[in-house]
């Protein structure tokens, strides 16, 4: 029976006497150089035939790869034996923990580490001295590879499908399926969080039943998921899992009948994180829709889901799977002022006008937005002073300036983020801007600015024709230039909100911190209940996309409502649209309409 690569690293590389320290004699340097580059070329082929492969012809594969690998390593060990005279000088322990806490402090992966110490080993001459910690770390990282390897073909044997593993992820797995009219419901590829400890009910038990409850009953379905994937959710309490399951189909080509396929992608976590994954329910949701049409779009131009359009997926997998890890841990529900710019103390810590530009471009964005700073603790406490005017659902779905985590990029439709820019950086790219599907603001504590996207009807133009570009560039087509329009989607901002300037004003005479919270609350409430007026108001009148309220109607409603000012008004459409979808262009129109229209006045003359 052949040995784990694990147990033939421990025999060949580390010697009969296991690793009881680190060898001086250059020679010895030089020499595991060649077992080192064995193990990358390992961990290389693993990485990409991703852990391993789906063909028919994979048994014979594995076979002849554990023939390779027990080559290269007795190989290594036929010539480490020779080097069995040479002394130790660390104690097996001192070593192990100098190394560890070097590769922790660099953040390198394990093959990072290795080729690190090659290219340094590689430059020296044979009377040079090689550095003690860096071998050690290569070392410890080989044998950190090797077992990751051996955990890789663990998994092949108990998932039978395609295992990539995730640096971060919220869920236990994430698991593609589709319908093959030979074979049935099949898995195509599982997608696991690094380090996390599976159970063996979900690879005996719940695997095998994801794609039998979730595409079975959809069998003849032929345009089910197709414009939008459609959502089921499922909590099974025997096996103590849930499941969020998003299925659907790729478009039929009619020249060459490809396409047609039925497809699914379910979320799996175990069933006491219920409660961390109802919250963010509504952006996962969202965010997952928005994946699966870029993977139909992948799937329309290929034709099947090969193995090149599964790896380009799993890229785009892994930006959601971490802002999902990072929802709902930062914020705590409730209105607390600790922390804040409202906190007693802290009413010097911003400009009072950018305070108020920034409440107000937050509350006009309904509640999205965008903290950028170089400082993570001036941004957390604009985070917190935002998240004031946010519900508690919203609070769920946003986070703070991530610190210590590798990934800090933009994570569309969150409510609001903090990123941390480099030193050098003071602005965020507008493609990155418009993949929200709301608008969004942009506050900057660099160089104090607050901006915005424009109003609804018109980002919404411009995200919808962004995101055809995506999916026009993923099925191979040609796209148009849309970065003009993109350099100009942010505009700043006035501070002339007579609604927030009255509120600050309030909250910053020397009240108790009881009587602010008050203020806040109250304040926050009326902008609902104000809204829910507006939203009757439009009821009553009958308007609605297609027929948008008369200028004199309008008039006449912000003038009972009080809303002379232009700012409070657009604060107040941003709400009334969290009330009832729809609101805005009920009342503004619909701008793609009115440019139709104005054309075809041009027209007639």
Request: net charge negative; charged share 25%; glycine share 6%.
């Amino acid at each position: 029976m052949t040995k784990p690569l694990s147990q033939s690293f421990m025999d060949t590389a580390l010697g009969p006497e296991s690793y009881k320290g680190i060898p001086c004699h250059t020679r010895l340097y030089k020499h595991n150089i060649i077992f080192l580059e064995n193990v990358l070329q390992l961990a290389s082929k693993e990485e990409n035939r991703d852990v391993f492969s789906e063909d028919e012809e994979s048994d014979d594969n594995a076979d002849e790869d554990e023939d390779t690998d027990d080559q290269l390593f007795s190989n290594h060990k036929d010539e480490n034996e020779d080097q069995d005279n040479l002394d130790f000088t660390l104690t097996e322990e001192t070593a192990a923990m100098e190394a560890r806490a070097a590769m922790h402090e660099r953040g390198m992966s394990g093959e990072e580490r290795i080729q690190s110490w090659l290219s340094s080993s590689k430059s020296l001459g044979d009377g040079d001295a090689p550095l003690s910690n860096d071998y050690n770390e290569a070392m410890s990282a080989a044998a950190e590879v090797s077992e990751e390897i051996d955990m890789a073909e663990d998994a092949a044997s108990l998932f039978g499908c395609p295992v990539n593993k995730m640096d971060q992820s919220a869920f236990t797995a994430v698991v593609l399926s589709m319908w093959d009219n030979v074979s049935g419901p099949v898995n195509k590829r599982v997608w696991i969080g690094r380090g996390l400890n599976i159970s063996s009910s979900f690879h005996q038990k719940l695997l095998p039943f994801i794609p039998q409850c979730t595409l079975n009953s959809e069998v003849g379905c032929e345009t089910v998921g197709l414009e939008s994937a459609l959502y089921k959710f499922f909590v099974l309490t025997e096996i103590g899992y849930i499941m969020a399951s998003f299925i659907f189909t790729t478009p039929l080509d009619s020249s060459s009948g490809a396409g047609g396929s039925l497809y699914v992608i379910s979320l799996v976590q175990q069933l006491e994180m219920i409660d961390k994954y109802l919250p963010i329910s509504t952006l996962c949701i969202a965010r997952m829709r928005s994946l699966i049409k870029k993977l139909q779009a992948m799937l329309k131009k290929v034709g099947s889901l090969t193995p090149a359009v599964q790896d380009e997926f799993t890229e785009l997998l892994r930006p959601f799977l971490t802002d999902m890890s990072t929802m709902g841990i930062s914020l705590t529900p409730g209105m607390e002022l600790t922390g804040t710019a409202f906190s007693p103390g802290n009413e010097t810590l911003f400009d009072i006008h950018f305070l108020r530009k920034a409440v107000t471009s937050h509350l006009q964005t309904g509640g999205v937005t965008v903290v950028l700073g170089h400082d993570s603790t001036l941004i957390d406490i604009m985070i917190r002073t935002l998240a004031l005017f946010l519900t508690n659902d919203e609070r769920q779905q946003s986070r703070f300036a991530l610190k210590n985590i590798e990934y800090t990029a933009y994570a569309p439709d969150l409510f609001l983020q903090g990123l941390i820019l480099q030193k050098g950086d003071v602005d965020i790219d507008p493609e990155l801007i418009i993949q929200s599907e709301s608008p969004s603001s942009v506050i900057s504590l660099i160089d104090q600015s607050v901006r915005q996207t424009k109003e609804r009807n018109e980002y919404m133009v411009l995200h919808d024709q962004s995101k055809t570009d995506e999916l026009l560039r993923l099925e191979g087509l040609e796209i148009s230039d849309s970065k003009t329009s993109q350099k100009q989607l942010l505009h700043s901002i006035q501070d002339k909100s007579i609604m927030v300037k009255e509120l600050l004003d309030l909250v910053f005479k020397p009240h108790t911190r009881h009587n602010r919270k008050a203020l806040l609350t109250h304040f926050y409430g009326g902008l609902y209940r104000k809204a829910h007026v507006i939203v009757q108001y439009v009821k009553h009148l009958g308007a609605s996309v297609n027929n948008p309220m008369t200028d004199e109607h309008i008039r006449l409603m912000r003038r009972d409502l009080e809303l002379n000012c232009q700012q409070d008004f657009e604060i107040m459409l941003a709400f009334s649209e969290k009330l009832r979808k729809g609101m805005f262009t009920s009342l503004l129109g619909d701008p793609l309409a009115k440019e139709e229209q104005m054309l075809g006045l041009l027209g007639a003359f």
